[in-house]
């Protein structure tokens, strides 16, 4: 038996040996200024250097000096121009047939959850400049994503939860956790927990997995927000696929952090969905098993998650120590003795996979699922931390194949909200996500990062980092192979097994769910019918003997 998330208390930040690439402030290639800004002297191009008051020699008219903002601009058309030549020699396009939308606000990369934290969103900066420097912001609709509103977070989460994360910083936290509503949600000190916590498992101690750090809210409300966004097109037939590689934090409970996570966006999304779509799929690629979303649909059988991740013993020297979050269990499957049981699927992997072994696991599970239980739509959560090489992962899987569930799940047909999550060597996250999104827009990438096109070359630059390719090969045996292909195979026939019940259930035989101006008519209707039928039996009681029945 898995043990419950209570009796887990192994956090994620010990599992980690600090380091990593410091943030950068160096601005993104996004703009495009309008072309005819370097134009001056009647349509002649002035030199940007150039520094004097007077214009060239003869001319009679007068150059400004170049602005810093002049230098910039001069730099991004130029910059653009050699994108633009990229798109032409790559042949990147825009999808045939499908419409994917692409949504992000950058005020999240100025996050930064502490020097020593894992988490690290400098990674979503990476991805942005490898995204932007290959040109696929041109292949699908860009949308700037703005911040979720309390009301929104609150149909799942907790509302004093949602109301102390619209206000911790680290100058309220203290304040905070003496206000009456939140001291109730500070948990009970354990022996041997070396991290104090306050309210909602949130704290200021050093190694805390959920840190309080500065404009914290600004970045929970706006990952949220590009989250809630997304869905949003999708449900609205306005795009196919939608993207936001800043969500996916899938360890959020109703009114708990954990693992990194504050606010649900997965769980806010689907919810979304559910009003347009009688069915919806949730598979989690994150090494992680995705508890957060499995226990919040626990219940519901109009929800189906299924979690491909790490399970077991994080180190051999140390029994006791599960891998985070310790749940996950095959034999976990949805809450027993409700409608939501055998709606929850879980894939317990050992520590070392490779490619071959996930790709045939990932294809065979998620083909049987999606036959059994015939999903409206799709989310699917794309942690980066099942790659090889990751700070906190034990995967042995490298890019290609981490993309290959990307594709399979594509293919499917079915309306495809794709969401980011764990991943914590930035580089490879960044590499990870801008291929997905090169798969997303059926488009194929050159294997040469543009490095002349990016602002942070370095990244990626060298030995340890790459040699500048998008699909550097991992090492193999990073993490010894513990997964038998014998096991694997018992697994997917265990789980076909469960499949047999979804099958059967009568919620796969609903295939469409009425809207609410639907059941408003019909209910009119009834009402109408029901009037009626009182009218006619009064009229038939009104005199019965004058209708002979006394007779």
């Given at each position: 038996?898995?043990?419950s998330r209570a009796d887990v208390r192994n956090p994620i930040v010990q599992q980690w040996d600090a380091g990593g690439l410091p943030h950068s402030g160096i601005p993104s290639p996004s703009h495009t200024p ?485 059941q408003e008519e019909e209910l009119e209707r009834v009402r109408e019918e029901r009037s009626r039928g009182k009218a006619e039996r009064r009229r038939l009681e009104r005199d019965p003997g004058g209708r002979g029945?006394?007779?």
């Amino acid at each position: 038996m898995a043990p419950s998330r209570a009796d887990v208390r192994n956090p994620i930040v010990q599992q980690w040996d600090a380091g990593g690439l410091p943030h950068s402030g160096i601005p993104s290639p996004s703009h495009t200024p309008d072309l005819t800004d370097g134009y001056i002297n009647g349509g002649e191009y002035d030199d940007p250097m150039s520094c004097g008051g007077q214009g060239a020699q003869g001319s009679g008219s007068y150059t400004p000096p170049a602005t810093e903002e002049d230098l910039r601009y001069w730099r991004d058309q130029d910059l653009n121009e050699k994108i633009m030549r990229g798109v032409e020699e790559n042949g990147i396009t825009r999808p045939k047939g499908h419409k994917v939308t692409y949504h992000y606000n950058s005020t999240v990369e100025d996050m930064h959850f502490g020097k020593t934290h894992p988490m690290k969103p400098w990674r979503l900066t990476l991805a942005k400049h490898l995204i932007l420097g290959y040109g696929l912001q041109h292949t699908m609709d860009t949308h700037e994503a703005v911040a979720a509103g309390k009301d929104q977070v609150s149909r799942f989460h907790d509302p004093h939860y949602v109301e102390f994360l619209s206000q911790v910083s680290p100058t309220t936290f203290d304040e905070l956790c003496r206000d009456p509503r939140f001291a109730k949600a500070i948990p009970p000190k354990h022996p041997g927990d070396n991290v104090d916590l306050g309210p909602y498992n949130l704290s200021t101690s050093p190694g805390a997995d959920c840190p309080v750090f500065a404009d914290m809210s600004t970045y929970l409300f706006l990952y949220t927000g590009a989250t809630l966004a997304a869905a949003r097109q999708l449900v609205s037939d306005t795009s196919d696929i939608a993207i936001n590689w800043s969500g996916g934090l899938h360890h959020a409970h109703k009114a708990e952090a954990s693992g990194f996570c504050y606010i649900n966006d997965i769980v806010l999304a689907i919810l979304e969905m559910l009003k347009r779509w009688p069915r919806v799929l949730y598979i989690d690629i994150d090494v992680h098993h995705g508890d957060g979303v499995e226990e919040a649909f626990q219940r519901e059988p109009r929800v189906m998650t299924l979690s491909f991740h790490r399970y077991g013993t994080y180190d051999e020297s140390q029994p006791g120590h599960k891998f985070f979050p310790g749940t996950g269990d095959v034999s976990d499957r949805g809450l027993r003795g409700t409608i939501g049981e055998h709606f929850a699927l879980n894939v317990p992997i050992g520590a070392g996979i490779d490619d071959r072994q996930y790709g045939g696991l990932f294809e065979a599970i998620v083909g049987r699922a999606f036959e059994a239980y015939k999903p409206s739509a799709i989310v699917l959560q794309c942690g980066a931390d099942s790659l090889g090489g990751d700070r906190l992962g034990q995967f042995n899987l490298n890019i290609k194949q981490h993309g290959e569930c990307i594709a399979f799940v594509k293919a499917l047909g079915v309306p495809l909200l794709l969401l980011g999550g764990g991943g914590y060597t930035a580089r490879n996250v960044a590499r990870a996500w801008c291929h997905e999104t090169a798969l997303a827009t059926d488009n194929t990438l050159p294997p040469n990062i543009p490095m002349d096109l990016i602002p942070e070359p370095r990244a990626f630059q060298g030995h340890g980092n790459g040699n500048g390719q998008l699909y550097p090969a991992f090492p193999p045996n990073k993490h010894i192979n513990e997964c038998k292909d014998d096991q694997l195979e018992m697994m997917v026939k265990k789980l076909d097994f469960e499949l047999r019940y979804v099958a059967r259930a009568p919620w796969v035989m609903m295939d469409r769910l009425p809207v609410r101006a639907r059941q408003e008519e019909e209910l009119e209707r009834v009402r109408e019918e029901r009037s009626r039928g009182k009218a006619e039996r009064r009229r038939l009681e009104r005199d019965p003997g004058g209708r002979g029945e006394l007779r």
